[in-house]
């Protein structure tokens, strides 16, 4: 059974590689709201199609006080091929050896055409300043999430 965080769960630490692959952390942002996102795989329609929402709104994003990261199991060359390609604003991380995402309960069993295999679940999590998860969505929906995850925030214009 795939681990689901709740709110008010202490966010699992991670040390993941970014586009360039230099070593990110959690706790390189402590003290920092932080809008994790996980992904299946870069360059694909539905990813590319959350990662521009993401871009789209990042100065939206910054002024909430979000820290935007996404993640996948794509290897650094592969997310800055993605992020040059769809100038993508904010951090990347790849966690090819699924190191992070079964604690954040982003790898597990999906289905997939019918057929049941072992994935990305394409999550949003919202970590606090504090290191606790603020908010928790899994499988969700990449058209307008980033509007839904400001509301679920509470966010206004």
Not at 3 to 17: E, H, T, Y
Not at 79 to 101: I, K, S, Y
Not at 130 to 135: A, H, I, N, Q, T
């Amino acid at each position: 059974m795939t681990i689901k965080l709740q709110v008010g769960d202490v966010a699992p630490p991670f040390s993941l590689p970014d586009a360039h692959g230099n070593q990110v952390s959690l706790a390189d942002f402590t003290g920092r709201r932080v809008l994790l996102y996980f992904y299946p795989e870069a360059d694909t329609p539905l990813c590319t199609t959350q990662a521009c929402d993401f871009r789209d709104n990042f100065a939206r994003l910054r002024a909430d006080g979000l820290e935007v990261i996404g993640i996948s199991p794509d290897a650094p060359d592969k997310l800055a091929a993605f992020a040059t390609r769809h100038e993508l604003p904010f951090t990347l991380l790849g966690d090819p050896a699924h190191e992070a995402m079964p604690s954040y309960g982003t790898w597990g069993e999906k289905n997939m055409y019918g057929k049941i295999v072992m994935g990305t679940i394409r999550t949003t999590i919202v970590v606090g300043a504090d290191g606790r998860v603020e908010l928790a969505a899994y499988r969700v929906k990449t058209k307008g999430h980033v509007d839904w995850v400001r509301g679920k925030l509470g966010l206004v214009d």
